[in-house]
């Protein structure tokens, strides 16, 4: 095995010193020429979190991302919960693709335990998966629009979202956080005429992408707003460990759904969208072709889907007989006691998986009790924090939301 | 891309020659540091236990090797033990070696962490080590910027995520003060 | 030649205040512009797949929406922050509404009736007071202690010089086809040859665009780019003067249109002097609003299709196209007023 390098070590001690150099202006003194703006929390267009930005004339010359504001401490309080709890707690941070997040966690619970879902589970995880990553995407895209100014671009894009949502309370009975990926399988079969309405679902959402194009993406004041803004070059996009839409907007074919496939994404066939410039309408274009990948994946797994249990055998084994009547009747899995303070052999076990805005890690470390002794859980967006002190200075005040609705960075998530 | 048999996620693997190949590169580049390398059963996660000094020579060594960034720099507290265990996780963009997740184990004293910064071999270490600082007080030397992350500046009390530091809940009537 | 009334005071009198009270002063800015912003909701509304407003008066579709926002805030409490210069902060915004709509009482809006100031370069005079209306908003921002206002009123004092320009000059290029400054002279003139929109089309296209920025209606809302300054110089503003502040633009859209209108559309063409004042008066102004009203919700409509530019996009192309074009107009007219 050739093991290819594409950097020397003088390289890359260039590099980092190129990275933390700050723009020189030679003026540094605050109310001489910079003034320091804090786009705080309570402003339209920052979020959750505080963008402070030292402008010079109109041209940031350094901009430092204040976050934390909604940490929720989800590592420390899963050590006092038991594992099953932990699973709301983990669908909470990234609430517009819920799904994937709690996949892993669960692929690391049950790598733990050394169980493993059934056949027809991980394609019903695998297709809420991918409808969640379409809702995620739309949310992405509609920030994109309303912090350019672009409002039918945000309502378009919440419509259309809507219709995902549908469909994950006709599969789930919830709409946004839905618990339904538990260690073993999932928690409901798909109802009868669930395959029809996904359809119904799917081919609204391509009409509609068209629509899209012609109104947002050919759009010549948008083209002129995120053209050339914010360029991400791929050794950049390395070397600061970025992920998800964002680095394969730079060229970098990076998908954990291909390089260690998990769930059902190995039997599917799918590309994986990249484009070549990195700048911002780049990012917002990759968003706009995983949709339709996504939508290919749906119509897929729909189609393969084989018959079967939803829940493993090793858990199933444990029901009494009144779950196992609700369980042959209606296909809902009650849960049975132990498995709600189920303790795992001690050891170390660690998932990661793609979520809507990139690669989420998972590392659980267990004692042998039914709480976790550690739980380490990495989202992309707080990988993506990065963005802001080093894409951001050397352009102007009003590219500051261009190139943060372009990262879709998720303060919740970030601060988990 | 599609496999004969069902989804390999969670199962055993077989033999691996890809990752014997790497294994044995690794281990003759870095005998001389004395590390510890193991398989997880599952054939996808690569764990080197490593003494403290040695930590930034084989960060050098991996990165010369093609890992190139880091995805989660944190710790785990063992008070009985007196130890805090710093926990990285390190992975690579290129395409042979994007399947694996080195995971990094060093133990730090517990009673005054310190380490050297990892920025200057993978620069996407910088937030991360930014919250292991104010989550674990894990002290980076080196580290261009360390101050507060995800914490209000006006936090008072001790290391968050240590073990010792209890979540109290509020019984009503009691006035909340600051956090031991 | 213009048709003064008859001099007898009251006569004079009654007519002033029926044109600055009524039409098309106060009673139609205040009708007009509550439907031209609910139009413009309701419009982005139907686009974007929703309703808009519809809860306040259900039968007629929500058209009083505007009617109860004025309510509320109007009775809104109105705080007025410490560190603010007082007597620019509360002055501002009233003199910058105060010189938007004087130039109504210059205005000849009706066949064969003189407005109630009249001077022979009127058109002159309506520009002059016009172009004084942004200082005023530059003010505000500079007024409030906040940088984010600040920043709203630098952006809005470079907008306002990139843009006025080639409006005023294409606007005196249309005055240079028919070789007056009078606005009676210029429809009567149109009546005669083509509308001014043929005449000199470079010159309406120039001013159409310099209207849009002027007003602050997309691709050009910049000064008060809301997710980038919250508010722009009106920053600070609550209760009334934000009432004020959000009104200011669609204010400053109707005179602009009306003015647009007389130039470029022939005004209240084709009717002409028929001898009845009352006749005259109401229907010659009926036709001037419904031509300005159409070139509002074109206006309006563009919210729901552009995003914002950039300062330095807008500036560029302020300073490049726009004006260009507006030496174009220059061009066109002087070929056509030797033609003519």
């Known amino acids: ?416 | 891309m599609s496999s004969q048999t069902s989804p390999q996620s969670t199962q055993m693997k077989k033999e691996d020659p890809d990752l014997k190949r790497f294994l044995e590169i690794l281990n003759e580049r870095t005998k001389d540091l004395n590390p510890k390398i193991s398989i997880d059963k599952y054939g996808r996660a690569i764990y080197i236990e490593i003494s403290n000094e040695k930590l930034h020579e084989l960060a050098e060594r991996l990165s010369k090797l093609g890992i190139d960034h880091v995805k989660s720099v944190t710790g785990v507290d063992y008070p009985s033990e007196n130890k805090i265990e710093l926990l990285i996780h390190a992975g690579s963009y290129l395409r042979t070696l994007r399947k694996y997740t080195i995971i990094i184990k060093s133990f730090l004293d517990r009673s005054s962490p310190k380490t050297r910064s990892l920025t200057d071999v993978w620069p996407s270490a910088e937030f991360q080590e930014r919250e292991a600082w104010e989550m674990f007080g894990i002290y980076f030397e080196g580290h261009p910027d360390l101050r507060r992350l995800l914490l209000p500046e006006d936090f008072e009390g001790t290391w968050p995520m240590r073990k010792d530091f209890m979540i109290k809940t509020r019984r009503p009537g009691e006035v909340e003060g600051p956090w031991k | ?340």
Request: with cysteine; net charge neutral; proline share 6%.
């Open chain 3, 1 to 340: 030649m213009v048709y003064i009334g008859p001099l007898e005071i009251p006569g004079r009198l009654i007519y002033d205040f029926l044109h600055i009270f009524i039409l098309p002063g106060f009673g139609a800015i205040l009708v007009l512009v509550i439907l031209i912003i609910w139009a413009e909701r309701k419009i982005a509304g139907l686009v974007q797949l929703r309703y808009g407003p519809l809860h306040v008066s259900r039968r007629i579709g929500g058209a009083l929406q505007l009617v109860a926002d004025l309510i509320r805030y109007s009775l809104q409490e109105f705080i007025v922050p410490e560190n603010v210069d007082k007597i620019a902060y509360l002055m501002a915004p009233a003199l910058a509404l105060l010189f938007a709509v004087i130039p109504i009482a210059f205005m000849p809006t009706a066949p064969g009736i003189a407005p109630p100031i009249y001077v022979e370069p009127n058109l002159l005079l309506i520009l002059a007071v016009i172009s004084l209306a942004p200082i005023f908003v530059i003010v505000t921002g500079v007024a409030s202690d906040n940088k984010f206002a600040f920043i709203g009123s630098l952006r809005e004092a470079f907008l306002m010089i990139s843009y006025e320009i080639p409006f005023i000059i294409s606007i005196l290029s249309t005055a240079l086809i028919y070789g007056t400054l009078d606005l009676y002279k210029i429809v009567e003139a149109q009546s005669k040859t083509f509308l001014g929109v043929l005449l000199n089309p470079f010159a309406a296209l120039v001013a159409y665009i310099a209207i849009l920025r002027i007003t602050g209606r997309f691709p050009f809302e910049i000064s008060e780019a809301e997710s980038e300054l919250v508010m722009g110089p009106y920053t600070e503003y609550s209760g009334l003067m934000y009432g004020v502040a959000m009104g200011i633009g669609y204010i400053k859209l109707y005179v602009y249109t009306l003015l647009f209108s007389i130039v470029f559309l022939g005004g209240w063409l084709p009717i002409s002097s028929t001898g009845n004042i009352v006749f005259d008066y109401i229907l010659g102004n009926i036709i001037l609003l419904i031509k300005a009203s159409i070139l509002m919700l074109i206006a309006v409509f563009l919210r729901s299709v552009y995003p914002r530019y950039r300062i330095d996009q807008a500036v560029r192309l302020g300073w490049s196209l726009i004006l260009i074009l507006s030496g174009a107009a220059v061009a066109w007219s002087l070929i056509i007023h030797l033609i003519i």
């Open chain 1, 1 to 416: 095995m050739e093991v290819d390098r594409d950097s020397s070590n003088d390289f890359l001690s260039n590099l980092s010193q190129e990275l933390f150099m700050i723009r020189e202006t030679g003026v540094r003194e605050e109310g001489e020429r910079l003034i320091e703006l804090q786009i705080g929390p309570a402003h339209p267009g920052s979020g959750h979190m505080r963008i402070l930005a030292w402008v010079d004339g109109d041209i940031v010359v350094r901009c430092d991302p204040d976050i934390g504001f909604v940490h929720r401490t989800i590592e420390k309080l899963s050590e006092n919960r038991a594992y099953i709890k932990t699973i709301p707690l983990v669908e909470r941070p990234s609430l517009l693709d819920t799904t994937p997040i709690t996949i892993g966690y669960v692929n690391a619970v049950e790598k733990l335990m050394g169980i493993e879902a059934p056949p027809r589970a991980k394609y019903l995880r695998t297709i809420l998966a991918e409808i969640t990553r379409i809702a995620s995407h739309f949310y992405g895209i509609g920030i994109l629009a309303v912090f350019l100014g672009h409002s039918t671009g945000f309502m378009w894009a919440f419509g259309d979202r809507e219709v995902m949502i549908e469909l994950a309370t006709m599969l789930t009975g919830a709409r946004i956080t839905y618990a339904y990926v538990i260690p073993g399988g999932v928690r409901r079969d798909m109802p009868q005429n669930f395959p029809d309405q996904v359809e119904k679902g799917l081919r609204y959402i391509e009409r509609r992408l068209k629509d899209w194009e012609k109104l947002f993406l050919n759009n010549p004041v948008v083209e002129r707003r995120l053209r050339d803004i914010g360029v991400l070059k791929p050794v950049m996009a390395r070397r600061l460990g970025i992920t998800g839409p964002n680095l394969r907007a730079s060229g970098v074919d990076y998908d954990v759904r291909m390089a260690e496939p998990y769930e059902a994404y190995d039997e599917i066939d799918f590309m994986i969208p990249v484009a070549e410039e990195g700048d911002a309408y780049a990012r917002g274009l990759v968003r706009f072709k995983e949709i339709e990948q996504s939508i290919s994946i749906i119509r897929q797994a729909i189609k393969k889907i084989p018959d079967g249990d939803i829940i493993s055998p090793q858990i199933s084994r444990l029901f009494n007989p009144l779950m196992k009547k609700i369980y042959a009747e209606t296909r809902r899995v009650k849960f049975p006691s132990l498995l709600a303070t189920l303790k795992p052999p001690k050891g170390e076990a660690m998932a990661r998986v793609e979520a809507g805005r990139g690669e989420a890690l998972f590392h659980i470390i267990s004692d042998g009790s039914t709480n976790p002794y550690r739980f380490r859980f990495v989202t992309p967006s707080f990988r993506n924090v990065i963005l802001f002190k080093y894409l951001i200075p050397g352009h102007r005040v009003a590219d500051i939301p261009a190139i943060y609705g372009s990262i879709d960075y998720f303060p919740p998530e970030a601060d988990r």
